[in-house]
């Protein structure tokens, strides 16, 4: 009663408030090197050598050389940790939308191409794998074992991620990530603005315990028969029933040169049983003395609680990358968290929805240039080997020529 009291409110808060929509965070990476500085790399891993560097890139495939860069990762098998933080903000009541785009033009093998929103930190160098967030939100891939869209909550404590994995794309082309969490404790998420993944908070993971449990002081008696079929007491193996898979080959003999004292006893080499019949196993019958299923009774979970917002954020102020990565070369563009999908549906018809076309087409350019380079150096090795032979061929017929006027 009381969750669908304050779902009602909050309907009737979203409805008043939708023509105030507002964005809290964009970045797009087109100021560099000035976007570069709104972003502070973390030096969490800089002791070990192992923090990776970024840069500011458009990469190999680009439709517009400022708009279409972003910040990529540059060195293999390192960790990737930056920041960036904005005013604070509570999504109480309200839509939250966090989407950006991602482009792993390294063909990536192991890696994540990820990110995090949460609550700002006191010092954003110091910001490292196991600082707090609210939301982790991305792709992420290792060989045939990881291969999905992580949407990660953090609740009281502990980072809860989805109970059935969301696909991913991946290839060398950017894609759009983007997020829909609503105040009615649902979500959506889009990948390329097509939706991939939607439903209930409450049935996708386990934010509340649950209202039910085993009964600790209740067992299955002893005495319980949960057997549906018995072994037939009545049935008996047939008398003539062979069950000797093999048999020592009668038409074996013990060779003329056989020495017991060096080889050993003389035994016959065994040969599949002609007689056999299988191994015998004795009719099944429905168990008079069968009870049921035994099911476990159930008490009211001393634990559980309601929780009617489970969506809410009270403080978001800070987006971050954090991965490692074995092979480097994503790039990060395009980041918005916002109010509404259709600011998030603006930025993409700016940004992404331009480049995506001319990507597919630039590379299969390439491919075609190292299509067609690739024939014509194999025709060229090709040309050159039978100008060699007929070189040799010709040296042999000299020689040949040579051979006979010796002769003569």
Not at 271 to 297: F, L
Not at 335 to 364: H, P, R
Not at 385 to 393: Q, R, S, T, V
Request: hydrophobic fraction near 30%; include cysteine.
């Amino acid at each position: 009663m009381l969750r669908s009291k304050v779902l009602a409110w909050l309907a009737v808060f979203c409805l008043a408030s939708s023509s105030l929509a507002k964005v809290y965070f964009v970045e797009e990476f087109n100021d560099d090197p000035i976007a570069a500085k709104r972003w502070t790399m973390s030096s969490w891993k800089e002791s070990d050598g192992l923090q990776g560097k970024f840069e500011v890139s458009h990469g190999e495939f680009f439709n517009d050389a400022k708009v279409d860069q972003g910040l990529r990762t540059t060195q293999d098998s390192k960790y990737y940790t930056a920041s960036a933080s904005f005013p604070s903000f509570s999504n109480e009541g309200k839509t939250l939308v966090f989407q950006f785009q991602t482009k792993n033009e390294q063909n990536i093998e192991c890696g994540g191409s990820y990110l995090k929103i949460g609550p700002k930190i006191s010092d954003l160098s110091k910001f490292r794998g196991d600082t707090p967030y609210s939301i982790m939100f991305g792709p992420d891939q290792c060989g045939s074992s990881t291969r999905k869209t992580h949407l990660i909550f953090s609740y009281k404590g502990k980072n809860l991620d989805r109970k059935r994995d969301i696909e991913l794309k991946s290839d060398v082309f950017s894609h759009l990530y983007t997020l829909v969490l609503k105040p009615d404790n649902t979500y959506e998420v889009y990948i390329d603005q097509e939706k991939s993944a939607s439903g209930s908070l409450y049935d996708d993971w386990a934010f509340l315990p649950p209202k039910k449990i085993k009964d600790p002081k209740q067992s299955k008696p002893s005495d319980w028969v949960d057997d549906k079929e018995i072994d037939d007491p009545s049935d008996t193996k047939p008398e003539d029933w062979v069950d000797e898979k093999q048999i020592p080959d009668p038409n074996a003999s013990k060779p003329d040169d056989w020495d017991e004292e060096e080889d050993g006893e003389w035994t016959a080499p065994m040969i599949d049983n002609p007689k056999y019949k299988g191994e015998w196993k004795a009719k099944r019958i429905a168990n008079p003395e069968y009870k049921g299923e035994w099911i476990h009774p159930e008490i009211d979970n001393p634990d559980y609680f309601d929780d009617p917002a489970v969506y809410k954020f009270d403080d978001i102020s800070l987006v971050a990358i954090d991965l490692w990565q074995v092979k480097a070369g994503t790039i990060f563009d395009n980041i918005l968290i916002a109010d509404s999908k259709a600011d998030a549906d603006a930025l993409a018809a700016k940004t992404w929805a331009k480049l995506k076309t001319v990507e597919k087409e630039q590379k299969e350019a390439k491919d075609k240039k190292a299509q067609e380079e690739a024939a014509k150096a194999a025709k060229a090795s090709e040309a050159s080997e039978k100008k060699e032979e007929e070189k040799k061929d010709d040296e042999d017929d000299d020689d040949a020529d040579a051979a006979t006027k010796d002769e003569l």
